[in-house]
């Protein structure tokens, strides 16, 4: 009598144990398409985070605009991450049957602080305090700006200077003009025009003109 209930226990037990594996198996064999987007608190998309599958250790990246796609098993343990944000963690439900999930992400962003940096021209204290006290500054305000504002340093910063925009509207306006004023005639000439000849002189030492060689 005692055999037979302990072999009838036996059964019992292999059979459950049997099921049991068997749905275990099963679950693990239900694939679940998991779709969605990955968001910030303000509804902006985060692009290229990162998807990572931590059960089965296999993982995607999401596309620019924040969409992705990944095969997952029920249990599965779905790790979100993107440079700037915390890490964010999702469980796909043991109990589902569906064969597709989709998700809305939301990714809090992580804020580093990091210590000043205090940037100096000079390497110590004692080298900023010799260059200040030996550094050879006019003493005279109007000295200073007649020196920035001689027609030599004029000419020179003048010449390195391109026309802008305006500059250039302006000339092709005088053109312009120039050329509604004497259409249907011979052009103007003015080699013998005083104005001219008094415009030129007084351009030549402001820059204005170069000569080729």
Same mark, same amino acid.
């Given at each position: 009598?005692?055999?037979?209930?302990?072999?009838?226990?036996?059964?019992?037990?292999?059979? =459950?144990?049997?099921?049991?594996?068997?749905?275990?198996?099963?679950?693990?064999?239900?694939?679940?398409?998991?779709?969605?987007?990955?968001?910030?608190?303000?509804?902006?998309?985060?692009?290229?985070?990162?998807?990572?599958?931590?059960?089965?250790?296999?993982?995607?990246?999401?596309? *620019? *605009?924040?969409?992705?796609?990944? !095969?997952?098993?029920?249990?599965?343990?779905?790790?979100?991450?993107?440079?700037?944000?915390?890490?964010?963690?999702? !469980? !796909?439900?043991?109990?589902?049957?569906?064969?597709?999930?989709?998700? !809305?992400?939301?990714?809090?962003?992580?804020?580093?602080?990091?210590?000043?940096?205090?940037?100096?021209?000079?390497? =110590?204290?004692?080298? &900023?305090?010799?260059? &200040?006290?030996?550094?050879?500054?006019?003493?005279?305000?109007?000295?200073?700006?007649?020196?920035?504002?001689?027609?030599?340093?004029?000419?020179?910063?003048?010449?390195?200077?391109?026309?802008?925009? =305006?500059?250039? *509207?302006?000339?092709?306006?005088?053109?312009?003009?120039?050329?509604?004023?004497?259409?249907?005639?011979?052009?103007?000439?003015?080699?013998?025009?005083?104005?001219?000849?008094?415009?030129?002189?007084?351009?030549?030492?402001?820059?204005?003109?170069?000569?080729?060689?």
């Amino acid at each position: 009598m005692k055999k037979l209930l302990i072999i009838f226990i036996f059964a019992l037990s292999s059979t =459950s144990y049997g099921q049991t594996t068997s749905q275990q198996k099963d679950d693990s064999l239900l694939f679940i398409q998991l779709t969605g987007i990955i968001i910030t608190d303000s509804l902006y998309r985060v692009p290229f985070a990162r998807v990572g599958d931590m059960t089965t250790m296999r993982g995607t990246i999401a596309d *620019y *605009y924040g969409y992705f796609a990944l !095969v997952v098993h029920p249990g599965d343990t779905i790790q979100f991450s993107s440079l700037g944000y915390e890490k964010k963690t999702y !469980v !796909v439900p043991d109990s589902t049957k569906s064969k597709s999930i989709s998700l !809305v992400q939301l990714m809090t962003a992580d804020t580093i602080v990091m210590d000043p940096v205090d940037v100096y021209p000079w390497p =110590s204290r004692e080298q &900023f305090a010799d260059a &200040f006290v030996n550094m050879d500054i006019p003493d005279d305000d109007l000295k200073r700006a007649q020196k920035r504002l001689s027609p030599q340093e004029m000419a020179f910063v003048g010449a390195l200077l391109t026309a802008d925009a =305006s500059t250039s *509207y302006s000339n092709y306006r005088v053109q312009q003009q120039q050329e509604f004023y004497t259409r249907g005639q011979s052009p103007v000439n003015n080699l013998l025009n005083p104005a001219a000849w008094s415009e030129f002189i007084q351009g030549i030492g402001t820059g204005r003109y170069q000569l080729s060689q």
